[in-house]
T-cell receptor
Framework: KNQVEQSPQSLIILEGKNCTLQ??????????LRWYKQDTGRGPVSLTI?????NTKSNGRYTATLDADTKQSSLHITASQLSDSASYIC??????????????FGSGTRLLVRP | SQTIHQWPATLVQPVGSPLSLECTVE??????LYWYRQAAGRGLQLLFY??????ISSEVPQNLSASRPQDRQFILSSKKLLLSDSGFYLC?????????????FGQGTRLTVV
C-alpha cells in the first residue's frame, strides 16, 4: 500500500534555531518527492522537488534530502524565523497504470516558531 | 505563466443543501486535476483526480461527486450536504506526464455545513 509517514506530528522551536522534519514512504513505483509549506487556511506551496537520482535540494534556508534506498527524506530548516510557522507536507508521486501519476500526501508536521 | 483559481474562498451551507465548488486553471493544457479535503488538524485527503475531460477517478466513497466539463475546469458537487462534509477543500493541478512539474494548489475553500 502506498503510504507517506511524517514525523514529528508537531514541533515547537525557538526563533533562530534549526530543525529537521522526517518523511518515510512506501510508494512504488516512485516518481518524485516534494516538500510543501502550508500556512494556516491557505493552499500548500512547493518548497523542493527531488527525483530518484537527486540526494539534496536547497531552497534558501530549506534543504531537503532524499535517500531512495531507505525511502526516507528530510527537510532541514536553518536559522528559523517566525514566518516558518506552518505545516510542512511531504508528497510522493507514484506512477499509475494509465501512464500518469498521482500524489500521495503525508499528514504533515506542524511547526511553531516562538520568539 | 500558469494560475489556478478556486472559488468561493468561504462558504456556509445548511445541511441538505447542494454544493458546487469550481476550479479553473489557466496557462496550460491537459493538466491533471485534483480535489482534496483537509479536516481540521489533519492531512490532505485525495477525493478525486482527473487526467482528462470526462475522466474522473474517485479515491474514497462519499457524498460528493466531481466533473470535468472542460479541459481546465474541475467542479466538486454534492446534491445534499452532510455535517461531515465540513472542511477545507483544495483544488490542485499538475502537468501531464512531466515528472518535475510539481502540483500547484488553489487557495482553498473553507466549507462549513450548519
Amino acid at each position: 500500500k502506498n503510504q507517506v509517514e511524517q514525523s514529528p506530528q508537531s514541533l515547537i522551536i525557538l526563533e533562530g534555531k534549526n530543525c529537521t522534519l522526517q518523511c518515510n514512504y512506501t510508494v512504488s513505483p516512485f516518481s518524485n518527492l516534494r516538500w510543501y509549506k502550508q500556512d494556516t487556511g491557505r493552499g500548500p506551496v512547493s518548497l523542493t522537488i527531488m527525483t530518484f537520482s537527486e540526494n539534496t535540494k536547497s531552497n534558501g534556508r530549506y534543504t531537503a534530502t532524499l535517500d531512495a534506498d531507505t525511502k526516507q527524506s528530510s527537510l532541514h530548516i536553518t536559522a528559523s524565523q517566525l514566518s516558518d510557522s506552518a505545516s510542512y507536507i511531504c508528497v510522493v508521486s507514484a506512477f499509475i497504470m494509465d501512464s500518469s501519476y498521482k500524489l500521495i500526501f503525508g499528514s504533515g508536521t506542524r511547526l511553531l516558531v516562538r520568539p | 505563466s500558469q494560475t489556478i483559481h478556486q472559488w468561493p474562498a468561504t462558504l456556509v451551507q445548511p445541511v441538505g443543501s447542494p454544493l458546487s465548488l469550481e476550479c479553473t486553471v489557466e496557462g496550460t493544457s491537459n493538466p491533471n486535476l485534483y480535489w482534496y479535503r483537509q479536516a481540521a488538524g489533519r492531512g490532505l485527503q485525495l477525493l478525486f483526480y482527473s487526467v482528462g475531460i470526462g475522466q474522473i477517478s474517485s479515491e474514497v466513497p462519499q457524498n460528493l461527486s466531481a466533473s470535468r466539463p472542460q479541459d481546465r475546469q474541475f467542479i466538486l458537487s454534492s446534491k445534499k450536504l452532510l455535517l461531515s462534509d465540513s472542511g477545507f477543500y483544495l483544488c490542485a493541478w499538475s502537468r501531464d506526464r512531466v515528472e518535475r512539474g510539481g502540483a500547484f494548489f488553489g487557495q482553498g475553500t473553507r466549507l462549513t455545513v450548519v
